[in-house]
């Protein structure tokens, strides 16, 4: 649980607490078969009072995720980073700055959580390649063109037509 009471900080702005989580594979349910975690998240950081009901955290989140190439599939190594900032008011209070950005927090306990996941979610890449310039699979024989080219031919007709043109020969 990221929950942190900060109740000690409210006493005075500029008063701070500091903020070291390492979140195990195992407690990692984001992305399901797609993404394997390889590393542990780490998140470093610190919540600070900065004047009023507000207290802001500021930190880092740095892991790694195993993924598919999404041109030929091979498990490709993706390094995951993040800076994130992001201030929560207590719910006591109105929040006066018009600032839509700011969370609530209740009882003096500030949990990060849904913090936390959103930015684990938000660093993981919706694609990645194994390198720059991944050839991909043969669409017709699935080799990895990678490794040289296969016995299919280069032009870019249909597969469909080789069927037909094996028919008129
Ligand atoms: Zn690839
Ligand atoms: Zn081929």
Redesign the pocket.
């Known amino acids: 649980m990221l929950t942190y009471q900060v109740k000690s900080l409210i006493k005075d702005p500029g008063l701070s607490l500091s903020v070291h989580e390492v979140l195990e594979p195992e407690q990692l349910i984001l992305g399901g078969e797609r993404i394997r975690f390889l590393t542990p998240i780490t998140i470093e950081g610190s919540l600070r009072h900065i004047g009023g009901w507000i207290i802001e955290f500021k930190g880092t989140l740095d892991g790694a995720v195993q993924m598919a190439?999404s041109?030929?599939t091979?498990a490709?190594h993706v390094p995951l980073h993040s800076d994130i900032t992001q201030r929560y008011i207590a719910d006591r209070q109105e929040n006066e700055s018009g600032d839509d950005d700011v969370e609530v927090y209740q009882d003096e306990v500030i949990d990060l959580t849904d913090l936390i996941n959103s930015e684990i979610c938000m660093a993981i890449p919706m694609k990645v390649?194994?390198?720059a310039d991944?050839q991909?699979l043969c669409p017709v024989c699935g080799k990895d063109l990678?490794e040289g080219p296969c016995g299919c031919s280069q032009d870019d007709t249909d597969p469909r037509w080789d069927a037909l043109k094996s028919l008129l020969q």
């Open positions: 190439c041109r030929c091979k490709t390649l194994c390198r991944c991909g990678n």
